[in-house]
């Protein structure tokens, strides 16, 4: 069974950091890229950020809004995947889900309970 | 970045009822649209991917159709555990977008 469990989240104050992890389980990790989608309160789903496998160069990808201040990357020998977000705007207030990414790289086949980050001072 | 826009935001039915959701797309994005469902407190759920695959496990009365910029989700006859917000999402050179989401109510 495909397991997501993330971890990590929390209230931080403006301008500070935060990082969420990953574990994955149930699947050959290394063989899937992963993403981060976020999900304001009330609000709709917003991509955040994808990481190709390491067959694929394990590139990254990020959305305008948090691209130069997040970063994500994966520890295959772990099966984690992180969200490292620095300095944290209160919009990035949302839960976050990690997802694995279908074979074709086109949308989400599993998805974690997610984590919610609170951005307040 | 592609812009997703579903019709309508919010839907009242009754149970047994066939029901039609709308997603249209900015400009063309082939048959890379999926759709998932979302209660409240939970992840999202794929239904469908590629504008008309089932996902495993996910019961035949979801159905999904078009291509290029305009796209439905279709529910041939509507059980109460369907009610809850729908979302498609578009996937077109590595550029992602949900729509806005409809919320499905009972009548």
């Known amino acids: 069974e495909v397991q997501l469990v993330e971890s990590g989240g929390g209230l931080v104050q403006p301008g500070r950091s935060l990082r969420l992890s990953c574990i994955a389980s149930?699947?050959?990790?290394?063989?899937?890229?992963m993403s981060w989608v976020r999900q304001a309160p009330g609000k709709g789903l917003e991509w955040v950020s994808f990481i190709r496998s390491e067959p694929y160069g394990g590139t990254t990808q990020y959305a305008a809004s948090v691209k130069g201040r997040f970063t994500i990357s994966r520890d295959d020998s772990k099966s984690i995947v992180y969200l490292q977000m620095n300095s944290l705007k209160t919009e990035d207030t949302a839960v976050y889900y990690c997802?694995?990414?279908?074979?074709?790289?086109?949308?989400?086949?599993?998805w974690g309970q997610g984590t919610l980050v609170t951005v307040s001072s | 970045d592609i812009q997703m826009t579903q019709s309508p935001s919010t839907l009242s039915a009754f149970v047994g009822d066939r029901v039609t959701i709308t997603c249209r797309a900015s400009q063309s994005i082939s048959r890379w649209l999926a759709w998932y469902q979302q209660k409240p407190g939970k992840a999202p759920k794929l239904l469908i991917y590629?504008?008309?695959s089932l996902e495993s496990g996910v019961p035949s009365r979801f159905s999904g159709s078009g291509s290029g910029t305009e796209f439905t989700l279709t529910i041939s006859s509507l059980q109460s555990d369907d009610f809850a917000t729908y979302y498609c999402?578009?996937?077109?050179?590595?550029?992602?977008?949900f729509g806005q989401g409809t919320r499905l109510e009972i009548k």
């Open positions: 149930g699947f050959t990790f290394g063989d899937y890229a």
């Open positions: 997802t694995r990414v279908n074979s074709d790289g086109s949308c989400y086949s599993y």
């Open positions: 590629k504008a008309s």
């Open positions: 999402q578009q996937y077109n050179s590595f550029s992602i977008t």
